[in-house]
Every structure is written in structure tokens, then in C-alpha cells.
């Protein structure tokens, strides 16, 4: 497997965004995507909220989450 076929989807929390990961020193040529949230319909559950950001990740490839704080729990 090669790294550059490998993405590393990034979860901000809530109130921060991809500065959060500056930080992070990453080996190797992975694609990076950092995810945006969209604002949530008043009353949508978690769980819903997590099948909404769910469908921007590419499941037909290699894939890596990382996620701080809400980016973690979803």
C-alpha cells in the first residue's frame, strides 16, 4: 500500500478548525482533507450528525480519522 493511496480525514471540535492540527508532524505522503462541518439543523442527534459528515469520507480507499474533542467523538 502505498501512503500517497492513503487519506488522513481530519475532525476539528466544535468552535476550532484544521489550525487545531498545525502541529501534527505526519510522515510519509498521505493525501490530508480536513473536514468542515456544516451548521446542524436544530435538533439533530448526534449520531445523525456523524452519518451526514460520514458520507464526505471515501470508503472505497485506505482511509485514517483523526478527530479532537467533538471531531473524536463523531
Do not use: C, H, W
Amino acid at each position: 500500500m502505498s501512503y500517497a493511496q492513503t487519506t488522513i480525514y481530519f475532525f476539528p471540535g466544535q468552535g476550532s478548525d484544521k489550525r487545531i492540527f498545525d502541529s501534527l508532524k505526519i510522515d510519509g505522503g498521505y493525501n490530508k482533507l480536513f473536514v468542515e462541518y456544516p451548521f446542524p439543523k436544530r435538533g439533530t442527534s448526534l449520531r445523525q450528525f456523524a452519518k451526514e459528515i460520514s458520507a464526505k469520507i471515501d470508503t472505497s480507499k485506505p482511509f485514517i480519522l483523526i478527530g479532537v474533542s467533538l471531531g473524536g467523538m463523531l
